[in-house]
């Protein structure tokens, strides 16, 4: 590894545990309250399901519009274990989420490994209908509490234990988020992450080149489940009533439209785009009737003048940020004494 | 010794017979041509020989072994690796990503691996990529290597692809009209690198081409096909006076 990407993941680093050092203290103190720290836990969660999501539609190259089912699937997996193993919440929950993504995973095996041996767009009906029979299902079910919604599902540190519960979920969330990012970015970086980009670009002459392109897409195919299903359970222990109209069309789409805005293929604009479109529909809450027609405009004015997306497909560095804002200073610095 | 064989080679899309009893043999180092009229069915042979199709008859014997319903991913770590006649770059990426691609089924290291940088990724990048780098220096390519593949002149993006398709170590490499679109120094040029190739390489090459100039000047044998069956076999000299060569090309008796 070369000196200056040590440098740049370093200050990524510092960057990841200064925010959450300020941000844990802050909602510890109560100072971001529980309105602002829910959020802060949507916009984690979100930024799972975009970076995941973009794995498939962005990296891959597959058009995913079934993103919210595996998402539902990990939340009603991660709840049922919760309320019915009998252990204690802070054992019972990272094994939850851990199986969440399971079997998240292996529904996208299922649907995968049909969809992803032939070539084309198939993959995106067959996830769009997974989404609605998954929905269905959770309404039919006995034990998923139907269209009254999954109650009960306990809060990430019982009351009596002394610990902050808000903290506790928040870090949950806050290091899956980062974990997430790392892990798909570091995937991309590998050679299966190049093999998965070949076939976005050109599926025959990946299949050329050698490349088996059915364990590829299904390997992307899948991990992109995984991480939904974790965000699916994160999102169940958040809002702690599971609803499955939540989970419809709708929000498959409005994650779909996180990646798009973000970049089709990067990473970092997966991350601003999702922590902007969480953001962007409460502040414009008080605009009430016509916020859902302010978002859409934005969508519209991004897209119209920036069809790759905010970043397209290139990577936000802090490090660069920062060597930026110090080199704009010194060249200001410069031109002062070349003038003096 | 003969790497590649075909016999009794044969497709037929419905009752359309494309291609019919073809029969050739490639040596190891050997440049041979498939030339032959437009719909002669020559792409067609080379997609019989990646697996694009199935061929309906006939075997394909790569090194003695039957390669007809491998897979084409199989059939290029195998050893046949091709490149396309419209050509099919990974555009939107490095050139050197480009090449470290068709590497991929040479590298061994896990997912979790590539995930938590072990040191088998590190040891296997860092192999990779000094080898992609030698690679793109035989086709002076290696100034470029951080360019997007799609913002080469088309020149190095032909000379790109064969860079790529010699990634995967092939034992044969199939050229589909590696000259189209390129004019008389750049045709010199080419033909110059594919003998290098060959060379340095060891590899046997077979390719389409319509600038006879070009296949009559690199290739040792050459196979003409029309109507997709076989009508010559020979060297340059044997194929310029062969009456059946001309009549396919410009009609007669």
Known sequence: MSK????????????????????????SQGTINRYYGGIITMICINVILTVSLN????????????????????AYTAA??????????????????????????????????????LRGDYLAIITMGFGEIIRVLIL??????????????????????????????????????????????????????????????????????????????????????FFAGIAGGLYAHHVGVLNPAKFDFNYSIEILVMVVLGGMGSITGSVISATVLT????????????????????????????PSGLLGQRELSIKKLVQRIFDTEKNTGKVKKEEG | MSVLETRNLGISFGGLQALQDVHFSINEGEIIGLIG???????????????????????????????????????????????????????????????????????????LSGIFRFPAYRREEKEVSKRAHELLQVFHLDENAHD?????????????????ALATNPKVLLLDEPAAGMNPTETMELMETIRLIRDKFQ????????????????CEHIVVLDYGKIIAEGNAEEIRNNPKVIAAYLGGE
Request: no cysteine; hydrophobic share 55%.
């Open chain 2, 37 to 111: 009229p437009n719909g002669a069915g020559k792409t067609t042979v080379f997609n019989l020989l990646t697996d694009v199709y199935i061929p309906t008859d006939g075997v394909i014997e790569l090194d003695g072994e039957n390669i007809v319903g491998q897979k084409t991913y199989q059939i290029t770590q195998n050893g046949i690796a091709r490149t396309f006649q419209n050509i099919r770059l990974f555009k939107d990426i490095s050139v050197i990503d480009n090449v470290k691609i068709a590497m991929n089924s040479q590298m061994k290291y896990s997912v």
């Open chain 2, 148 to 164: 997007l593949a799609r913002n080469l002149p088309y020149g190095q993006q032909r000379k790109l692809e064969i860079a790529r």
């Open chain 1, 55 to 74: 794995l498939a539609s962005g990296f891959l190259g597959q058009l995913v519009l079934g993103h919210a089912g595996f998402m539902s699937v990990g």
């Open chain 1, 140 to 225: 039919a079910l006995p034990f998923t509490g139907g269209a009254r919604g999954l109650i009960g599902i306990p809060a990430v540190a019982p009351r009596k234990s002394g610990i902050n519960a808000n903290v506790l979920l928040f870090s949950y969330v806050f290091f899956l988020a980062v974990l997430t990012v790392y892990i798909i970015y570091s995937f991309i970086k590998s050679r299966h992450g190049r093999a998965v980009i070949a076939i976005r670009e050109d599926e025959i002459a990946a299949e050329a080149s050698g490349i088996n392109t059915t364990y590829y897409k299904l390997l992307a195919f899948i991990l992109a489940a």
């Open chain 1, 80 to 117: 049922l274990f919760t309320i019915h193993s009998g252990l204690p919440v802070l054992v019972s929950f990272p094994i939850a989420l851990l199986l969440a993504g399971l079997v998240a995973a292996l529904f996208s095996v299922i649907i995968g490994i049909p969809a992803l041996r």
């Open chain 2, 203 to 218: 590899v046997a090459v077979l390719l389409i081409e319509h600038d006879m100039n070009f296949v009559m000047g690199i």
């Open chain 1, 4 to 27: 200056s990407k040590k440098i740049s993941y370093a200050i990524t680093l510092v960057f990841v545990v200064l925010l959450y050092a300020v941000v844990a203290l802050l909602i």
């Open chain 1, 279 to 306: 953001i962007l529909p409460e502040a414009l809450r008080q605009f009430s009737d016509y916020r859902m027609l302010v978002y859409s405009i934005i969508l519209i004015i991004v897209m119209l003048f920036k």
